[in-house]
């Protein structure tokens, strides 16, 4: 039963490079998120999917683009990478309506 | 504005004496509120939940929190707290459209060392 599962784990990026950081979950959940989470600031949402062919900004979407590719998928994308988006990045799935959200094991970026 | 916050960044406690996270939010309309574990390197685990009732809730791990509506806040306690509970813990809120755990707002997290 894996639950959410990211890819990377680790990733170290020179600034400009571009990457895609995977996301699946196999619960068959509607909604998927996208946190970052840095130090003395939890976790702030980035980009979200209420369902599949849905996306919608949060709180701190700059820099960053998303693609619900299907219902189990869920990826987010640097186009052109910063130092300032160091960071732990997690993934989360909830059904709607649900009461609990799963997250994944996170994705360590350092942008140097 | 819609917030959470944990005035306390880092707690030590003994091990075996009791333990109280504070958790206040702001939220205009009925909150629904979590408690989330983290342990190093890992990702985040929930440990208690509350949607309506009873306002004082068991989660795992012998935790249990209490919802005041009265002072907007939803404080983490256990009674004897084990090395094992050493981790982050993040209070969170949410309700907005599409249910309970959409767009999740959390707090800046308490950073919990336990000593021996």
């Known amino acids: 039963n894996a639950g959410v599962t990211q890819t990377p784990k680790f990733q170290v990026l020179k600034t400009g490079q571009s990457m895609t950081l995977q996301c699946a979950q196999d619960?068959?959940?509607?909604?998927m998120y996208w946190y970052r989470q840095d130090p003395g600031m939890g976790l702030r949402l980035i980009y979200y999917?209420?369902?599949?062919?849905?996306?919608d900004k949060g709180e701190v979407p700059n820099g960053y683009n998303v693609s619900r590719l299907n219902k189990r998928e869920f990826s987010l994308r640097l186009e052109s990478a910063a130092p300032s988006q160091t960071s732990v990045y997690f993934c989360?799935?909830?059904?709607?309506?649900?009461?609990?959200?799963?997250f994944g094991q996170g994705t360590r970026l350092t942008v140097v | 504005a819609q917030s959470v916050t944990q005035p306390d960044i880092h707690i030590t406690v003994s091990e075996g004496a009791s333990l109280e996270l504070r958790c206040n939010y702001s939220?205009?309309?009925?909150?629904?509120l979590f408690w989330y574990v983290q342990s190093p390197g890992q990702g985040l685990q929930l440990l208690l939940k509350?949607?309506?009732?009873?306002?004082l809730v068991q989660g795992i791990k012998g935790f249990e929190a209490e919802f005041k509506r009265s002072q907007s806040s939803f404080n983490l306690r256990k009674p004897s707290v084990h090395w094992s509970d050493a981790a982050e813990y993040f209070c969170?809120?949410?309700?907005?459209?599409?249910?309970?755990?959409?767009?999740?707002?959390f707090g800046t997290g308490t950073l919990l060392a336990v000593q021996p």
């Open positions: 989360a799935s909830s059904d709607v309506g649900g009461t609990e959200a799963f």
């Open positions: 619960m068959n959940h509607n909604s």
């Open positions: 999917s209420a369902s599949e062919g849905t996306t």
């Open positions: 939220y205009g309309a009925t909150p629904y």
């Open positions: 509350y949607f309506s009732g009873d306002t």
């Open positions: 969170a809120v949410g309700g907005g459209y599409g249910g309970a755990t959409n767009k999740l707002i």
